[in-house]
């Protein structure tokens, strides 16, 4: 891609009225600058998929290249709705690289290799969503890029963005559960999991995303035990932090802290 492809990218897709429809002018757009590599978009009663085509059969699998694509795509599209979209399951068309437990912080906890083709599935519903970005916020969003493409969508003002500032007054010890939170910022229980849900999130995603990124520097910037960690963390057992680390990286503690330290 040459130098300023990806802004005139966005820049086409502001006119579109719906996900759906900038999704595939996105694909068309890159069907036209990429010479190996192509998408389509696939769509039933529940689910919509992002699905990646080598042009050349036989050709050797670019896992870099399948990993930016996906990016590119899905970071463009939680931006132009202005919410993080929930990627349901990932599969790729290669074998599973050295780095996969980074799969699960940039996709999903889903993950399928050696198929057929490299794929992103999330609910239909979203494609029906309207596109709310402009000229102004475009600026900034380019602005910021490549972080703002690269890093799963953050919206500073949502309600989730307010629950995680609570919650990570907290953390590492007791947070408060759902009902005390939805009365601390004024709304019923039912109105902050219907909001929540509605930005892609739930109350328990983000306690585990924060849990899981303490774990995180806890095990690679310090000398404390694993037990230690679980505890502080709220695990009463090892077993279950083993457990919850594993579904959130796709290694132990251990093997994460080995790895990290080497």
Same mark, same amino acid.
């Given at each position: ?165 609570? =919650? ?16 601390? =910022? ?77």
């Amino acid at each position: 891609m040459k130098a300023g492809s990806f802004a005139m990218l966005c820049h086409s897709v502001l006119g579109c009225k719906t996900l759906s429809q900038a999704l595939d002018r996105s694909l068309r757009f890159f069907a036209l600058i990429l010479d190996d590599i192509s998408g389509t978009a696939v769509r039933d009663a529940k689910e919509a998929r992002i699905v990646l085509h080598e042009r050349v059969a036989g050709a050797s699998r670019r896992e870099f290249a399948h990993e930016l694509l996906l990016m590119l795509l899905y970071g463009l599209s939680c931006w132009l709705v202005s919410r993080r979209i929930p990627i349901l399951r990932a599969e790729f068309s290669y074998a599973e690289p050295a780095h996969s437990a980074e799969y699960r912080l940039m996709y999903c906890a889903d993950l399928h290799f050696n198929r057929p083709n490299t794929t992103i599935a999330f609910e239909a519903g979203y494609l029906d969503l309207p596109v709310v970005q402009n000229e102004r916020s475009l600026k900034e969003f380019l602005r910021t890029a490549p972080e703002s493409i690269l890093l799963k969508y953050k919206n500073g003002s949502s309600l989730s963005a307010r629950v995680r500032r609570r =919650l990570r007054q907290f953390l590492p010890g007791d947070v408060p559960d759902f009902e005390g939170l939805a009365g601390e =910022l004024n709304m019923t229980p039912a109105t902050m999991r219907r909001r929540l849900h509605e930005e892609g999130t739930s109350y328990q995603s983000i306690k585990d995303q924060l849990r899981r990124d303490l774990a995180i520097g806890y095990l690679s910037h310090s000398n404390r035990s694993v037990m230690e960690i679980a505890l502080e963390l709220g695990f009463s057992e090892r077993s279950a932090f083993h457990r919850a680390f594993r579904k959130w990286t796709g290694a132990s503690p251990g093997e994460f802290r080995r790895t990290s330290q080497s």
